[in-house]
């Protein structure tokens, strides 16, 4: 695994030359720009959803969009052919996503504690985080995948964020509730995900945060090995053939 | 590790029955070939686009893996190799391959650091007349100096194999021939190349001994040499002054020493020219893939 640090170097080098870092601050001063905004005080109630629409949203996107340059440019191609392989490759990708991720959550929680009322398990949310972005990092990969070019990578996400995300928040805002809808939601990552990052108020139960956990974890684990299985189909079309 | 030993070359590869094809193709690409490539020898594949060469150097870099046969690298089945095989080669893809937005200089250390064993990149660059460009980002790079840069990047590891497509497309003389010293430069230090490559001089000059592939299969294999002279014809063709006109004469080359008016010619007229009939790689090309050579 020694040249997984090297690729993570190179990632965040290449993030930072292709503005997708200053993309992923860009999107963190907006979410600041919600916060500031926001005639409440304490936003100890709206940070985590605010992160939760980060960690899902922009993991999937940022890791889509490298992946994209890396096909485009025909670099992919190029990082095939080095002693490298396909965990050490996926893992370096998905560990920089997450990486921004952190790097945004910082940026809000500073934001917040400087000019808000702020009071949240800080340590919580930052494993939330990591988790969820994991997850969606891999689900980013698998998305790329199946994505004809950058286009069709937005539109697949928007669909996830319609199917999965949107009726998550409805339930937590109780636009929609129900006995059904109340077990059902927790089939979708998105419900472990937001209950993760709302874990960090309090407002969640001991055992739905273990359940929530153990759903990312094993959800991470599945989705993992799909992605390692997949690279090699992805990999030979990435390449050129 | 027992190295098998062919006519004086240890075999790096050993490709035996291959057979390959892309999983949503009815037909298959590449249609049972065998050949070896030993060590030190610049082995010229050939032929015209979308008869196989990509597909076999995939195959051989490990890019494609569901085929059929055998393929054997240093006595290994190459499927038993890990990440680890990729230390021992150097891929020169046709288009280059670079991060546009990053340095040359960036670039190519980024990749240094994935190998145990570096060269010395800086006098790569010196040599391709790139160093004083390494700070650029590659995007402001000509065409030529990206395919200069693929070279080099080929070249960090100072691999025991090199696969080069295309290594002088889009290059100008004076630079194809720079990339040309340097690839002999290589095979004499114990280098082994696979070239593929449209232009038969290189191959000419280049290499050791070629494969025309044509729809999948290898329809010849052998030193340019042998190949020009399997494929020519036995004779010399002489213009001499008679007189004052010019005349033309043509000898078989089998029986040359004891041709009287050969002798007479020599001794006694004035030679304009003097051809022996081996034609060309390119007519081969022609004559044995059936494409004209305009790739």
Known sequence: MNNVFVLIGGEIKRMKKYNILGASVFVALIWIGVLHFTEAEDITYLFPYLVFFDAVSMAMLMVGVTMFFEKQEGTLKTLLVSPINK????????????????????????????????????????????????????????????????????????????????????????????????????????????????????????????????????????????????????AVKGSGV | MIISVNEGGFIMFTVNNLTFRYPRNKDYTIKGISFEIKEGEIFGLLGPSGVGKSTTQKILIKLLHNYRGEVSYMNENLNSYGKEFYQDIGVGFEMPVHFSKLTAEENISFFKKLYKFKVDSDELLKRLGLYKDKNKKVSQFSKGMKVRLNFVRALLNNPKILFLDEPTSGLDPKNARIIKDMIKEYKDNGGTVLLTTHLMNDVDELCNRVAFMVDGKISEIDTPKNLKLKHGERRVDIEYEDDSNITKVSFDLDNLSGDKKLLDIINNRKIITMHSKETTLDDIFIKVTGVENHE
């Open chain 1, 87 to 234: 965990s050490e490759y996926i893992l370096s990708k998905v560990f920089v996503n997450v990486l921004s991720n952190i790097l945004t959550l910082l940026l809000l929680y500073l934001y917040a504690r400087i000019f808000k009322e702020i009071d949240l398990n800080i340590l919580g949310l930052l494993g939330a985080v990591i988790l969820v972005a994991f997850f969606h990092s891999l689900l980013g990969v698998i998305l790329t995948y199946y994505s004809k070019d950058f286009t069709d990578l937005l539109m697949k996400m928007f669909l996830y964020s319609l199917i999965f995300m949107l009726p998550v928040i409805l339930e937590q805002v109780d636009i929609i509730s129900g006995q059904l809808i109340d077990k059902l939601i927790y089939i979708i990552p998105t419900k472990a995900s937001m209950s993760l990052f709302l874990a960090s108020t309090g407002l969640i139960e001991t055992w739905e945060i273990y359940l929530s956990i153990a759903y990312m974890v094993t959800a991470s684990v599945i989705m993992y090995i799909i992605v390692s299985k997949k690279f090699d189909e992805f």
